[in-house]
């Protein structure tokens, strides 16, 4: 049941190569947006004021308005405020919505009066004595979104594109060793940190300077943050791979084991995630109370030697067990089979599996047989 991946079950790197795609192309689209977004800011913060003879929609025009009142607008978890407000000659209520500091929206009471600044034809702020506060439709901080999407995008799309890129050329050359998963791991983490960084970059800096230099800032962290990932998976690897303490114990009581048998042999079922032991026969069953559909494990089967998680195993196992799990490799005659269990439950399968393939001798826990390979004896 090899697989040309070197790890059965996982995923298609096209799949990672289309989600990385989808999110440069993401980022690409926010980027688009900043020139239009930037001109804008610039035209509206050099705007003069309209003359009285020729008001145009490029300069910035005031009138009066007297405040109606005031609105909160609970919205998810924030709330949006609307100041309602009449002008000169017309009943209408109208209203605008305020952002930033409610300078002028905590202060205004209803029959105030306040002044509107427009710009090419819209409210873009209120001015109340000498408060000034901008309403949602001022351009000054519209670039702000789009580049801390595109920011953030960007070295995440990247890292997926390059997983994609990895992950197809293990298929091709063979599955990775230790080393190739420490820096996988350490990249991932780097550039996932740089991708954190760009939404708070984006939306917090002066300008788009400024958070490209924030960006710059924190690739020594990133890289920091990449290289302690590294070392802790390395250690955590190490840890994982040394079986020497294992030692065979004979199950004295029946138990239901998590555990699961993969081979090309009958007793290698999909959904068979448990071993029964101390009780006959080990037998392999979807029931976690043991009592159905089991499936005895053969007297032929032997253990040749318990170790760690390697990349040919299944993808799934290294999800569910990550750095707990131990994998007995056995056979069945010319047949190989592979059992994943629990680091706690390896001893009692080490020892009902032994006994099972030794009758008449005595079990591991009680002086007979050795243990396998890869197992304290």
């Known amino acids: 049941m090899a697989d040309t991946a070197g790890r059965p079950g996982s995923p298609s790197p096209w799949w990672g190569a289309g989600l990385g795609l989808l999110l440069l192309l993401a980022a690409a689209w926010a980027f688009a947006l900043l020139p239009g977004r930037l001109a804008d ?19 910035l025009g005031t009138s009066p308005a007297t405040v109606a009142g005031t609105e909160d607008d609970p919205h998810g978890k924030s709330v949006r405020y609307w100041l309602l407000f009449t002008e000169p000659g017309t ?4 209203r605008v919505r305020m952002t930033g500091d409610n300078v002028v929206y905590d202060a205004v009471r209803p ?6 600044t427009r710009w090419r034809g819209e409210v873009r702020a209120v001015r109340f004595g000498e408060a000034v506060q901008e309403t949602a439709a001022a351009p000054s901080d519209d670039w702000r979104l789009p580049l801390g999407i595109g920011l953030g995008l960007l070295p995440f799309g990247l890292l997926v594109c390059g997983l994609a890129g990895w992950s197809w050329y293990r298929r091709r050359h063979g599955p990775p060793g230790p080393a190739d998963a420490r820096w996988v791991t350490v990249g991932s983490a780097a550039g996932a940190v740089e991708s954190c960084v760009g939404v708070p970059a984006g939306m917090g800096s002066a300008d788009v300077g400024q958070a490209c230099v924030v960006m710059a800032a924190a690739v020594p962290f990133a890289v920091a943050v990449g290289l302690a990932a590294g070392w802790w998976l390395r250690r955590r690897t190490r840890a994982a ?12 009581e029946r138990r239901n084991v998590p555990a699961t048998v993969y081979g090309e042999v009958p007793y290698s ?10 009780d006959g026969p080990v037998a392999a069953t979807p029931d976690p109370q043991g009592g ?8 032929t089967l032997t253990v040749r030697r318990a170790r760690a998680l ?5 993808a799934s196992w290294a999800g569910t067990y990550r750095f707990d799990a131990i994998v007995l490799e056995c056979g069945d005659g010319e047949r190989p089979v592979r059992v994943v269990c629990r680091r706690r439950d390896a001893p009692l399968l080490l020892g009902a599996l032994t006994a099972a393939a030794a009758p008449g001798a005595a079990g591991p826990g009680r002086g007979g047989a050795r243990g396998p390979r890869g197992a304290a004896g």
Not at 91 to 94: A, G, I, K, S
Not at 269 to 278: A, E, I, P, S
């Open 41 to 59: 800011r610039d035209a509206y913060a050099s705007a003069a004021p309209c003359p009285a003879a020729a008001p145009s929609a490029e300069c």
């Open 91 to 94: 009943d209408t209520v109208r």
């Open 111 to 116: 029959g105030d009066e306040v002044t509107l």
């Open 241 to 252: 791979a040394d079986v020497g303490g294992l030692v065979p114990v004979t199950p004295t």
């Open 269 to 278: 079922v999909d959904g068979y995630g448990y071993l029964v032991v101390g």
């Open 292 to 299: 159905f559909a089991a499936r005895p494990l053969p007297g």
């Open 310 to 314: 390697e990349p040919g195993d299944p």
